[in-house]
Every structure is written in C-alpha cells, then in structure tokens.
C-alpha cells in the first residue's frame, strides 16, 4: 500500500516500468501505442491496466509491430495529441525507418526504452546498443540510473521536447531489468504539480482541416539542407530549454538533477569512471568502498547523451588523471574496438590541455551485473595506467583477461 | 467513455451511379481539395482518382500519403496540391500512421481537446504500398477498425520508382523486374494478390470495395459510403498508368472501364452489415481480355498461351461474379483460338519506352 508522506503526494514501492508507465499517466497522455517485448512490456501491461481501470483517458493501441508503433505516434503527434510509445533491443530497432521522418517532421513523440541486447542470441539482458544506435536521428537521449529517476525523467523530456523552441522526439531510456524490474521507492507528485510544471501539448502545425498544412512533402536537393540545419540547430540550441526544465522541475517537485552529468565522489578524485544508466547504482557502493581504503576513485554518469554535453563532459573529465568508460554497448569496430561511449568521451576532451588517459572497458555486455569485484578490477587497471602515465591497452573485456 | 459518441457527418449519396453521367452530375460538390499543379504525368490515372475521392469527401478531410506517386510527383515542397491537410508517411506505414490519426482525433474530441466533427481521414497508398510493404499496417489498422478510408491506388506496379513488379502487377505485365525474354516469355508469371477480397475476408466488419476511375460517380459514392460507415473501410481503385502500362495518353478513362468490361477488375462491395459480396455492378458490355491488352504496350510481347491464360484468368472472375460466360469468352481461353501479340523485337521497341 502506498504511504502518504506529504500533501498528495505519495511514495509507492514500483518497478522502473512501472514507472514509467505512471509517468505517462501523469502526462496525461492521449495516445498509446504498444507491442510486446521484454522487458519494456510491463510498462505497456500497466498502461493498459490503467485505461481498463478508467484511470487514464487515453487511446490504447495495440500495434501489429514496432514500425506500426512508431507510426502511429507519429501520426497521432502530427494531429496535436500527446504520444506515447516504447520499445526494447530488437524492437528499437524494427522500428529504424521512423526515427528520422519523427525528428525531422519535428513531432515530440516520446518513446520509452528499457534496454535490452540485441540478437543473436535472444538475450534479455540489458545492453545499451538498442538505443544507442539510434543515437544520431535526433532524438532527445538520456538514462535513468533508478525507478524515481526513470519517472522524472518522462515528464521533464515532454516538457523539454514539446516546447515550440524545440519540437524534438524524446528517448528515455533505462537498463532493462536493473531499473525496468527492480522494486523501489517512488515518488509519485500531485497532479497540480504536473500540471505546473508540464503545459499541454500543442504544436504549431498540427494537421487540422480548419488550417490545412502539408507534412513532409518532397523536396529538391537544394531544399534539403536549410531543413537539415534548422533540425540541428533545435537540437544544438534546445540546451538552455534543458537546463531551465530541469531548474524548474526542482523548483515543482524538489527533486534536483543536473541535466548532463552526475558526479559522486569527485573530489579529490583521480581516476573515475564514466557510465550510463543503472550500473551507477552498483559503482556508487563500489567507490564508497575503495575510498574508505583510500583508493581516489569517482564516478561521472552521463544523464543526457543527445544533445551531448561536449563542452560539459570537457569540463567535468579534465579534473583527472585516467577516466574509465564503462560501455555497456557494443561498437563493433569502432574507435576503440568496443563500445561507442570511448569516441564521444575522447572527441569532447580533444580540446582539452590537459587531457586524461582514456580505457574502454567492456563490462555489463549482456546484461551480465557488473559486480563490486570487477569495479575493483577495473579501478587496479586505471590505477596502473596512472602510475605509467599512459594507456597500455586501449579496450579491456571484463571478466575476459586476468 | 466508450459510450462517448463523437460527431461524425454523413455524406449524401448522389444519384445516377454506375452507367449514366460519366463525366458530369449535378450533384457534385464544387469543392476541390487536390487542386492542379502538381508534377504527375498527363493522364495519370492516380490523380485522377485523387481529385474525384477528394472532391466527394469535400473540406473537412485529412489525407495521409505514404511514399508512392501520389507522394513523389504530387507533394513538391512550397507548392503541394493539397487543399486539406496532408502529411507523407513511410511507405510501410500507411495503415498505422492513418491509425495514429484517427487515434488522435477520437482522443482530442473525447477529452475537449479539439472542438468540431470528426474529419474524414484518408490514406492513399499506392498498391506496392497497400499489398507489399504496408500490408500488415493497414491490416492492423481495418482489424482494430479505426475510423477511416484506406484506399488502394492500384496502378498495378511500383510507378514512381520506374516501373517494377508488385503483388498487384497482372499476369504477362511486363515490368523492370519482370521483363519478358527467351526464358520468361511472359514477364510476369505470377497472377495478382487478390488484395481487396483478402481484406473483406480478414476484416469483415469494414466496408470494402474495388472501383474504376472508369466509373466516377460509382467510385465517389464508394469513398462516400466508406467514409459514412463508422469504423475502417478500405477501397481498391483501378488507376492505369500511362508511364507504365504504355497507352495513348487519353485513354485512361477508357482503359478503367475496358479493364472491367473484360472482367480482369471485378467491381464489388462488400457489405459489413449483412456479411455478403454485392456483385451486382454489371458493365455495359463484355469483352474478350485481348481487347484491353492490345492497348497497351506492357503486354506487346504475350504469346497466343499467355492471353489465353489471361482470359481464363478473367473468366474466373465473371463466375465468381455469378455472370453467365459467353460462348465467346470460353472460345477465348483456347490458346488455339489466340495470336501472338507481337514480335519478339516490336516487344523490345516497345520496352524501351518505358
């Protein structure tokens, strides 16, 4: 049962999915298209529950795909009515073709991801390489490291999206499993605190026969450019609208998160490690331990990935000696022959002075935890890449070498 | 809510339908929500289809366009031919982006969102569209009976991509992907996914039907009928591209009602209500399938075999339809009885002008 803490508000004890799934009942959204996979598929479950339950006014579509899913958000947000789809591994990636026709039609659909690895084999393990590879299609990004997290984040990404300045679609995403399906406490606000905090959606050009408009009509390669700058520039200038979202949602609902990164036990610190997502949980206990031996560790966790904090995770990350990116992703071929977090890191330090040594370590692949042992492990290697002064392997697999 | 009953409007039936006033009624609305200047070819029978189902569901109407012609020569950034609202979609995506429309609208009305009726929402997909790529879209969207439109433009080949086989290219059609040549003497041998009967068959509670732009006021009274009907109704209209079937370029109208005068376009309804095929649209005359292939270029390489075939093909339909077969027309289906269209090197002249 819920206990009541303060005013309306309450804290229940529910899953990531679920979470979200109370998120987009907050938002009062208007419609809903689902189609099942693990592990997002109870945030759907709860969904549908709710509208069963009368709970939630909302159109509930059970989609005969991903493709369909996001189609139907797409159209439903052409036509000025707030959306709300979600996905998982295999799925995020049915549904390809319609990331970048959402963002460049500039329809704040939101989309919530629980991550899951992609095939083969048929793993349900959380891997970030789903939503991940759509990373550069214009969409808000962003990772939750925990249920309460998972819930804030929703309400301030349509608050984010939908403003006219910005109009852009929203992944937000959260491990599958570590967040998706694990219990905790959440806050859940009053609904006048939402209404405050998140106007209704109304798009300046929505497809209404009173004001008849044109979507997406062909174009000649001379038109396609000055569109293809006007969405990256909603893309490059929509970081003011994030900060100031994110300022007022502490204001609202006293809950305060820097919008780009968090940082835990830097100070002092000379080696830290830079992650996403739910494995920051796990590193905060792992980190608390080998200070107390004196060990200077840290963590930097990446909050939002698109837009990317360039000149932020600069900032942030020039303070150490060695940084190590946890990927959690595949990148197959890539830079650093790992996970694709090792480029944006090292594209943002380039223009520092003074730069740290960067690793790549593959751990978490799978959905495998990544255990207070291996974050020990991981710490010995940044440890002795300080010491040399400099990087004898670039990527290290976790678990796979001694 | 689901006793909250929006505000539909209905649309009049007009008078006259299938064989009289071909090209005038006095009934039509002067309305034009697809207005000229758009970049289809002359005689595109798509458009012309577009401008009569446009015309009939008048101003309160929204189209969706998924990629096909009606997109890429139509829809040209700053000067579109759109009087309504109209938005391009993914080629898959007919069924469910039209679906996410109407979600909208029932939501927005439901919960005072947006005041005013409920508009009528279109989906124009062309048949690669509508019976390849999208098929399962636009099932979903009829299963779950979202209330709209989906027409099928069949123009029987992916056109604006160059010409290429569809499941809806006929049998002999010679196309890109299925050119005719020493092996393959016919070009296309597969004979055409019967779209319209599979959607009637697997979604019955829709209103489902095939037109002609041969027949106007017959294909406006159907996109009527299916825009009155509350829930999903699906059309599949007979559009003959010039580009592709290589024909005298004012022939379109006369090739949309030869096509059914010879009994290859069955022209049908199916009644949700009643769970019945009404077959009872007859044309003013029958006709060997010889005559229709012989005005276009796309058939110039068949063999006496293959117009039989076809013609057995069509003789199939004319039972299905309850219609006694002529002497004619049995006589027709012997390949003894049928001459090749052409010369192997007349068909190769004529494959270079597609």
Known sequence: MPTVIAGKNKTVRINGCVASAQAAKYADVDVISAYPIRPYTATMMALAQMVANGELDAEYIVADSEHSQLSIAHGASSCGARAFTGSSGVGVQFAYELYSPISGSRMPVQMMIADRTLDPPGDFGSEHTDALSTRDMGWLMGWACDAQEAFDNHLIAYRIGEDPRVLLPQMVCQDGFFVSHITSDVELPDPGQVKEFLPPYKHPYPLDPRRPVSHGPQIMPEQGPPLQLERARAMEECTSVIEQAHEEFAQIFGRRYDPWVEEYMTDGAEVVFFLQGGHAVTARFAIQHMREKGIKVGMVRLRTIRPYPTDRVNEVLSKFKVVGVIETNMALGSVSSGGALYAEVCGALYESRERPLVLSFMAGMGGEAIVLKEFYWMTEKMMSALKLGKIEKRTHWVGFED | ?354
């Open chain 2, 1 to 354: 809510m689901a006793t909250f009953e929006v505000e539909r409007q209905i649309l009049p039936i007009l008078g006259s339908p299938n064989q009289g006033a071909r090209f005038y009624n006095p009934e039509l609305p002067s309305s034009e929500p697809f207005v000229p200047g758009h970049r289809t070819c002359a005689g595109c029978g798509p458009s012309i289809q577009y401008r009569m189902t446009t015309k009939a569901a008048g101003d309160n109407t929204i189209l969706v366009g998924p990629t096909g012609c009606m997109y890429v020569a139509n829809s040209s950034y700053l000067c579109t031919p759109y009087n309504v609202p109209w938005a391009h979609t993914q080629i898959g995506s007919a069924g469910s982006f039209t679906a996410g429309v109407a979600a909208a609208y029932e939501a927005m009305i439901r919960k005072g969102k947006w005041k005013g009726p409920y508009p009528n929402i279109i989906c124009e997909a062309g048949d690669g569209s509508a019976s390849d790529i999208g098929l399962a879209s636009i099932s979903g969207a009829l299963y779950r009976n979202h209330d709209c439109l989906i027409i099928c433009y069949d123009n029987e080949q992916y056109a604006n991509t160059g010409i290429q086989a569809s499941s809806r290219t006929p049998y002999g059609g010679m196309t890109t992907f299925s050119p005719p040549g020493p092996e393959v003497p016919e070009g296309k041998k597969l004979f055409p996914k019967d779209l319209a009967r599979m959607m009637a068959a697997g979604h019955p509670h829709c209103y489902v039907a095939t037109a002609s732009v041969g027949y106007p006021i017959d294909l406006m009274n159907k996109v009527r009928k299916g825009l009155n009907h509350r829930g999903a109704a699906y059309l599949m209209i007979y559009t003959p591209c010039q580009k592709g079937f290589v024909y005298e370029t004012p022939r379109s109208i006369d090739l949309g009602r030869v096509v059914v005068e010879c009994g290859l376009y069955p022209i049908w309804e199916w009644n949700p209500e009643r769970r019945v095929y009404d077959y009872s649209f007859r044309p003013q005359n029958m006709r060997p399938v010889s005559e229709y292939l012989k005005l276009q270029g796309r058939f110039g390489h068949l063999h006496a075999e293959h117009i039989a075939a076809l013609q057995k093909f069509a003789n199939e339909q004319w039972k299905m339809m309850g219609v006694e077969l002529p002497d004619a027309l049995i006589w027709a289906a012997d390949p003894q009885n049928q001459v090749n269209m052409a010369a192997a090197a007349e068909a190769e002249e004529v494959a270079e002008t597609i």
